[in-house]
């Protein structure tokens, strides 16, 4: 991904969203790919300082975190994701708002106010970065976003794919009504499992 098409993807959303507030309101604020960044999908970064806080902010996004993702759904902010550039889109949305609140506020967190940011703007229902980082990932007995899973529920069996992992596992199981959708239009129930629970499936 380009650095330009970063820039254009911030002054889009800028535009179209918030009529150039952010651009009026920070001297500088740039997006950037990092590779390093792997304990987030997203950040952004300002200074505690308040004179310097509006010359220059960035917003970090994980290019390892989204190079990661294969296939959806994911849920990401409350909502459904169906491919790693919507996935990519959400986070970028997450961070965006903490951009806002910043110019607005001051200081920024997951808080009441940031949330009813986030819900009124861009329809986020939730605040977490919903995917797992390669940490969160590595302690979980080899379960990774994308495998096949089965689990029990009541008294049935179910299989579908996992989506998150976190304390528990989201998992996505097939069903012709369900509310998250994937790139072919397949779409999906949403269960939260225990992780003692899940068996591995060949993919
Ligand atoms: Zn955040």
């Known amino acids: ?5 970063l820039e254009r993807m911030l002054s889009l959303y800028d535009d179209v969203f918030l009529g150039g507030f952010l651009a009026r309101s920070f001297c500088s604020l740039s997006v950037t790919l990092s590779a390093r ?6 950040k952004f970064i300002y200074s505690k300082s308040p ?14 975190f989204l190079t990661r993702l294969i296939n959806g759904p994911f849920e990401l902010n409350g909502l459904s994701a169906a491919t790693p550039q919507e996935a990519f889109l959400l986070v970028f949305e997450h961070e965006l708002c903490h951009a806002l609140e910043i110019a607005l506020y ?4 997951h808080a009441e106010r940031f949330r009813q940011l986030a819900f009124g703007l861009f329809g986020h229902t939730a605040t977490r970065h919903s995917l797992p980082t390669r940490r969160q990932e590595a302690a979980k007995d080899g379960f990774l976003v994308g495998s096949k899973v089965a689990f029990p529920y009541e008294g049935k069996r179910l299989t579908g ?8 596992a989201t998992v996505m199981v ?10 072919v239009g397949r779409r999906y129930d949403k269960y939260r499992v225990q992780l003692s629970e899940l068996k591995r499936l060949p993919r």
Do not use: C, V, W
Request: charged share 25%.
């Open 1 to 5: 991904m380009h650095e330009k098409t």
């Open 37 to 42: 960044l792997t304990s987030a999908a997203g």
């Open 51 to 64: 004179i310097l806080r509006m010359r220059q902010a960035e917003i970090r996004m994980s290019s390892d």
């Open 106 to 109: 001051g200081q920024t967190g």
């Open 161 to 168: 794919t996992i989506s998150y992992i976190g304390k528990t």
């Open 174 to 183: 097939p069903s012709p009504f369900g509310d998250y959708r994937d790139r």
